[in-house]
């Protein structure tokens, strides 16, 4: 079973926003987990784009500071990610995972985002 769920991807125009949702199934309790947001583009390696602390300490990738936000909401068990100013070269399947030094959950399908006009 795969631990998480990401939604919210989509096609957006270049200066736009979204709002990614990860989502948590089984016992998975992010108020216990760091977490962070991963992307990969065509090509490419995957990459950390945003990380938030169980204490709600927050770190970005420089590319997407200032554009994006990583939170979570305990109660809902979920953690967004919220992207503004969009670019093209935001385009990627989002991911979500745990940050820990017992390696990550299985990835999850991911959400694709595509910035384009």
């Known amino acids: 079973q795969v631990p998480v769920v990401e939604s919210g991807g989509g096609l957006v125009q270049p200066g736009g926003s979204l709002r990614l949702s990860c989502a948590a199934s089984?016992?998975?309790?992010?108020?216990?987990?760091?977490m962070g947001w991963y992307r990969q583009a065509p090509g490419k390696e995957r990459e950390l784009v945003a990380a938030i602390t169980t204490a709600g300490r927050t770190n970005y990738v420089d590319s997407v500071k200032g554009r994006f936000s990583i939170s979570t909401d305990n109660a809902k068990n979920t953690v967004y990610l919220q992207m503004n100013s969009l670019k093209p070269e935001d385009t990627a399947v989002y991911y979500c995972?745990?940050?820990?030094?017992?390696?990550?959950?299985?990835w999850g399908q991911g959400t694709q985002v595509t910035v384009s006009s």
């Open positions: 995972n745990r940050q820990s030094p017992r390696g990550f959950w299985a």
């Open positions: 089984g016992s998975i309790l992010f108020s216990i987990n760091d």
